[in-house]
């Protein structure tokens, strides 16, 4: 059995990656967004 204290160190490691799977994701998105405006433009 798992103490209590390893289950919030475990949950703290959890939001942690998902924290930064959600900052990757949002980042590759603003880029992908990014570089579709810019390709756009530069074909006018």
């Known amino acids: ?3 209590q204290g390893s289950r ?3 949950l ?3 939001a942690g990656i998902a924290t930064g799977a959600l900052v990757g994701i949002g980042l590759g ?3 992908f967004v990014y570089e579709a405006k810019h390709d756009m433009e ?3």
Do not use: K, P, T, V
């Open 1 to 3: 059995m798992l103490s």
């Open 8 to 10: 919030s160190h475990a």
């Open 42 to 44: 530069a074909s006018y």
């Open 29 to 31: 998105i603003a880029l």
């Open 12 to 14: 703290a490691i959890l």
